[in-house]
């Protein structure tokens, strides 16, 4: 239809003449209101807003002498966090001669990701940032087991 008619049309009916897809070969328009169009605009818009998941990075801190129990504790809440859908940074701290003994920051972090391999995947290897030693465990995408 031609645009000038189109828009005679819609006066003619007291609504709007509105554009629905301007990149379509031709333009696709519809003769609607236009206030009850930006409603339900933004009413898909707030719905797809919450149906929108947000991933927190959760943080748990370790010591190379952490106790088993305290590994524990703090591998459980791990745990919980990412059957929740957050990320989870692991990190240890080392502090004076500690820094000699980073194999065991190491083999603590390893124990991490091995005890927690059925449900996250790792994000970021374990690497040192000054005196601390941390890796990043991701929720498994749902498609691969």
């Not at 070969?25 to 818009?45: N, Q, S």
Request: net charge positive.
């Amino acid at each position: 239809m031609d645009t000038r008619d189109a828009v005679q049309k819609a006066r003619e009916m007291g609504l709007d003449l509105v554009e629905i897809a301007p990149n379509a070969k031709p333009p696709v328009c519809r003769i609607i209101d236009y206030g009850k169009f930006l409603y339900e605009e933004k009413k898909k818009a707030a719905e797809a807003k919450k149906k929108q998941v947000t991933q927190q990075v959760k943080e748990i801190k370790f010591r190379p002498a952490t106790d088993d129990h305290d590994y524990g504790y703090r591998m459980e809440r791990a745990r919980g966090w990412i059957e929740d859908g957050d990320k989870v940074r692991a990190t240890i701290a080392f502090r004076g001669r500690e820094m000699s003994h980073r194999d065991l920051g190491a083999d603590l972090l390893a124990k991490l990701r091995d005890d927690l391999a059925d449900i996250a995947d790792v994000e970021v290897t374990p690497k040192m940032e000054g005196y601390q030693m941390f890796i990043i465990l991701v929720p498994k995408k749902k498609g691969s087991s």
